[in-house]
């Protein structure tokens, strides 16, 4: 199983403030990446893809990708309290078996928790 | 509203009960997915299937059967519940191929005693 690492956390910023999400992946060949967030008892909802090295922005959120370094990052600038959640990294790998296809494979999850 | 269904949101049952697990999309996505999702374990993948008429196994795809008979529904079933398989339970679904979007179920929260 190829991995996804992220910092468990919690992560505590204060509002205003850049909150940096950090995720590393062990399958050199992947190709897709994914920023998912979960409020508590809710399901995780999609907020960043990115494909290619460098950074994409929308709003306020950035997802930066470095394939040499095997790194993915999300940025969120002027954290508000509703950005509190965990943030889920996730990488799109082939399947294995005779039905091989694609699937997400998710890190744990980074708590992040912005304080007013 | 378009989306994912599952079903039920909640169940406390017997071990060794056998137990289903519904889901159902009305995006007309090829590609369906079951994770569990237990605290400090994140979400794991059990089965799959990228079209219908196929499925896949996971991560973690022992005690778990699934079937694909059409396009929309993607039923888990746990033959012989045991108590290792309380867990949070969702579906998704997405395009297929390497997009990797996909639009997950509310869950299903499952409990065995």
């Known amino acids: 199983q190829k991995e996804v690492e992220q910092n468990s956390g919690p992560l505590s910023v204060p509002e205003g403030a850049i909150a940096s999400l950090n995720c590393t992946y062990s399958d050199r060949g992947s190709q897709s990446f994914f920023w998912y967030r979960q409020y508590s008892g809710k399901s995780p909802e999609l907020i960043m893809s990115i494909y ?4 994409k922005e929308d709003g306020r959120f950035t997802a930066q990708l470095n394939k040499a370094s095997q790194y993915v990052s999300l940025l969120i600038r002027d954290s508000q ?10 990488v799109n790998q082939p399947t294995t078996g005779s039905n091989s296809g694609y699937a997400l494979n998710f890190g744990k999850g980074t708590s992040l928790l912005v304080t007013p | 509203i378009a989306g994912i269904t599952q079903a039920p949101t909640s169940q406390i049952l017997a071990a060794g009960r056998r137990m289903t697990l519904r889901c159902t999309q009305d995006m007309r996505h090829n590609a369906m997915y079951w994770y569990r999702q237990d605290l400090g374990l994140g979400l794991r993948l059990i089965h799959y299937s990228n079209t219908a008429g196929t499925t896949g196994k996971g ?12 396009t929309d529904d993607f039923p888990l079933t746990l033959a012989s519940a045991v108590p290792s398989q309380t867990s949070v339970y969702f579906c998704a ?4 191929g390497g997009t990797g979007e996909l639009f997950f179920g509310e869950g299903s929260r499952l409990t065995v005693l």
Do not use: I, K, Q
Request: aromatic residues 6%; negative net charge; hydrophobic residues 25%.
């Open chain 1, 81 to 90: 309290p509703s950005d509190s959640a965990t943030y889920l990294c996730a």
């Open chain 2, 93 to 96: 679904s997405g395009a297929g």
């Open chain 2, 59 to 70: 991560e973690v795809p022992d005690g778990y059967s699934v079937s694909r008979a059409n």
């Open chain 1, 52 to 55: 290619s090295n460098g950074d």
